[in-house]
């Protein structure tokens, strides 16, 4: 089974932003050693608990710290920007990481109301243009404008000598169509959609080969789970996640904080589902649980979301996954 990794960049409670970044530049040393296929930073602004608003930023420089496991954003967020500016971006990564560089694209806002204000005036519209942006987006990494438009006379240099690899992220049916229509492999955010995943997981394959009979569709399935030595002590650290994710307005707080928060019966519920979506355990539950993910969605491959307050926990989590796989 081929493993990833997607990083949010999480931000301890007590921990500095320093910390946090260099937290994941570690990881992505780790996670090359480990034998992880690519490594994924997802775009957030001006969320406490979140540390990466620029992933193509940190890229750069998880880039200089390994040699081989492709990186890249997971995802950014199209309606905030200009296509152009993307392209020239990722393929500066391109060029100083050749035949590395993912570049994840999707349509969220990645923060509140006023950032998204603050970040781009009319993002409604940019959302309602999503298709087309990203039509504009393929064309700028492929010089692919017809030669009486405008743009054909530019190019987003440098100019790599392998493009990025363009990604569709999503959670509905209606991305699954999109990644169709724009022949672009599919990224599945199993851990936040309340949809019926494997079937639009499956439809996106079958009207991929309908659309495309000689080229084979790709799907990266995301998936949380935190994994640990024992069943009792992996439960131990959900529970930083589980206050976190009912108050999200601070870092990931401490085991010992959320032990003892008495949570509402309104939390409870919010967390029972968050729940449902999660891989709890230890190392044989976790790997036997995300197997049986794969053979439900058919995917090609499993992207690992890990947040603890422990930086530790988090990077033994992803060890333990990985050497129980190679067993």
């Not at 029972?272 to 491959?301: F, H, W």
Request: proline share 6%.
């Amino acid at each position: 089974m081929k493993l990833s990794i997607l990083d949010q960049v999480p931000l301890s409670e007590g921990a500095s932003y320093k910390e946090a970044l260099n937290q994941t530049i570690q990881l992505a040393k780790d996670a090359e050693r480990l034998g992880y296929k690519r490594y994924w930073i997802a775009e957030h602004h001006d969320l406490p608990g979140l540390t990466c608003p620029a992933p193509d930023v940190l890229l750069s420089r998880l880039g200089a710290e390994t040699n081989t496991i492709r990186i890249g954003a997971g995802a950014v967020l199209l309606p905030h920007y200009r296509p152009f500016n993307i392209a020239e971006r990722y393929n500066l990564l391109a060029s100083l990481y050749p035949n590395r560089i993912d570049l994840g694209i999707g349509r969220a806002p990645g923060g509140s109301a006023e950032a998204t204000l603050a970040l781009s005036e009319r993002y409604l519209e940019k959302v309602r243009q999503y298709p087309e942006l990203i039509d504009d987006l393929q064309r700028f990494l492929t010089n692919g404008f017809p030669q009486d438009h405008t743009f054909s006379r530019i190019r987003p240099r440098p100019v790599p000598a392998i493009q990025p690899q363009m990604w569709l992220l999503g959670t509905s049916e209606k991305s699954a169509k999109l990644a169709v229509e724009k022949r672009l492999p599919y990224s599945f955010a199993h851990f936040m959609s309340d949809s019926n995943g494997p079937q639009i997981v499956q439809s996106y394959k079958k009207a991929w080969r309908e659309a495309y009979p000689n080229e084979k569709p790709y799907v990266v399935l995301a998936v949380s789970a935190i994994c640990a030595e024992t069943e009792q002590e992996a439960e131990e650290l959900a529970l930083s996640q589980a206050l976190w994710q009912v108050s999200q307005d601070s870092p990931v707080p401490s085991t010992e904080k959320a032990r003892q928060h008495q949570f509402t019966v309104q939390q409870k519920e919010m967390v029972k589902r968050s729940r449902e979506k999660q891989i709890i355990g230890n190392p044989e539950k976790v790997v036997k649980e995300l197997l049986s993910l794969k053979e439900i969605y058919n995917a090609d491959e499993i992207m690992i979301l890990t947040i603890t307050h422990s930086y530790e926990a988090r990077k033994r989590s992803y060890e333990l996954i990985a050497n129980t796989l190679d067993e």
